[in-house]
């Protein structure tokens, strides 16, 4: 069992920059795969990002890369994402996730665990 908590969000003009993070709790933290997802009111949540436990592996999608960047520290029971050079599309509810598959999986399916996300407002 993982608990998720996200924070950081807010309010940042484009070009801007945020990191956000999330703090897990529970013991099988260190051997998930976690995960970032956003969604905007009417559509579908879509995948940010992930990385496997040891952090040796990233997976990002394509509206982000360059610009983002997940890390964790699992001594520290958190997950960050990096976001630089952000966009007014890029607005929307961040949510955390957890998944025990060993899998860097992009679908909302196939992650276990969700945080009740964080809101971030990318101005123009």
């Known amino acids: 069992q993982v608990q998720l908590v996200e924070s950081g969000g807010g309010l940042v003009q484009a070009g801007g920059s945020l990191t956000l993070s999330c703090a897990a709790s529970g013991r099988t933290f260190s051997t998930a795969i976690m995960g970032w997802f956003r969604q905007t009111p009417g559509k579908e949540r879509e995948f940010v990002a992930a990385?496997?436990?040891?952090?040796?592996?990233?997976r990002l999608s394509d509206s982000v890369k360059g610009r983002f960047t997940i890390s964790r520290d699992n001594a520290e029971n958190t997950v960050y994402l990096q976001m630089n050079s952000l966009k007014p599309e890029d607005t929307a509810v961040y949510y955390c996730a957890a998944d025990s598959s060993g899998d860097l999986r992009v679908a909302v399916g196939g992650y276990d665990y969700w945080g009740q996300g964080t809101q971030v407002t990318v101005s123009s």
């Open positions: 990385i496997s436990w040891s952090g040796g592996r990233t």
